[in-house]
């Protein structure tokens, strides 16, 4: 299983950049890797995807080094209403075996702060 | 997400009791997902369907069951619960389509309690 590890918790500021950092070091070939984000008493939701390099959509960036092995979140100017717990998802849904190894860490909770 | 529903949203029941969790959607997705999440830990995955004939185990199976009626209901059963069952249970689903053919959309979770 692709186990990933993140910081347990994270502080910043309203209007501040923050990235939270997933290592992945047995990542497999055809893993993607996808962030989502937790309010408490509420399922994730999808944030972000990808394979290689940087994707970057309406809210989020994700950078991946050449190695996969890690991959940083980067969410820019937080507010308050970022503070939830951010997980990072290794696997893949294409096949049936793949999804098996569907694993979540324990997430990161980022508290952003007035 | 409200196009994937879990009933009921609170269940207490006792020792030894059959539990059934529902899910439904109107995504109309073919791929389906049981996790569970405890306290302070993240979603480990139970059980996962592709279509409606396609019934996988995932990390932690044992204890559990499910039944795929269709290809909007996903059904999780605990045969005999056990206190260590206690948990918040959330449905997913998926599918191929788009770029982001492996996101996930989770319903509002089920909070079950074993006395």
């Known amino acids: 299983l692709a186990k990933t590890t993140q910081p347990i918790s994270m502080d910043s500021y309203e209007g501040q950049e923050v990235n939270i950092t997933c290592s992945h070091n047995?990542?497999?070939?055809?893993?993607?890797i996808t962030w989502y984000q937790q309010f408490p008493s509420q399922g994730p939701r999808f944030i972000i995807q990808g394979y290689k390099t940087k994707v970057t959509n309406e809210v989020a960036s994700l950078f991946i080094p050449a190695d996969r092995k890690s991959s940083t979140l980067s969410l820019p100017r937080v507010s308050l209403s970022d503070t939830a717990v951010y997980y990072c998802?290794?696997?893949?849904?294409?096949?049936?075996?793949?999804?098996?190894?569907?694993?979540f860490g324990s997430g990161t909770q980022l508290t952003v702060l007035p | 997400d409200a196009d994937v529903t879990q009933t009921p949203r609170n269940r207490i029941t006792k020792t030894g009791k059959r539990i059934m969790l529902e899910c439904s959607q109107t995504?109309?997705?073919?791929?389906m997902y049981w996790y569970r999440q405890d306290p302070g830990l993240g979603l480990r995955l139970i059980y996962y369907s592709f279509d409606v004939k396609d019934i996988n185990k995932g990390e932690i199976s044992d204890g559990y069951s499910v039944s795929r009626q269709a290809q909007a209901k996903f059904s999780l059963s605990l045969e005999s619960a056990i206190p260590n069952q206690t948990a918040l249970y959330f449905c997913?689903?998926?599918?191929?389509?788009?770029?982001?053919?492996?996101?996930?959309?989770f319903g509002p979770g089920t909070r079950l309690t074993v006395l």
């Open positions: 995504k109309g997705h073919d791929r």
């Open positions: 998802l290794v696997g893949d849904t294409i096949s049936s075996g793949s999804a098996r190894q569907l694993t």
């Open positions: 997913a689903t998926s599918d191929l389509e788009g770029s982001s053919y492996n996101e996930q959309f």
């Open positions: 047995n990542i497999a070939t055809n893993d993607y």
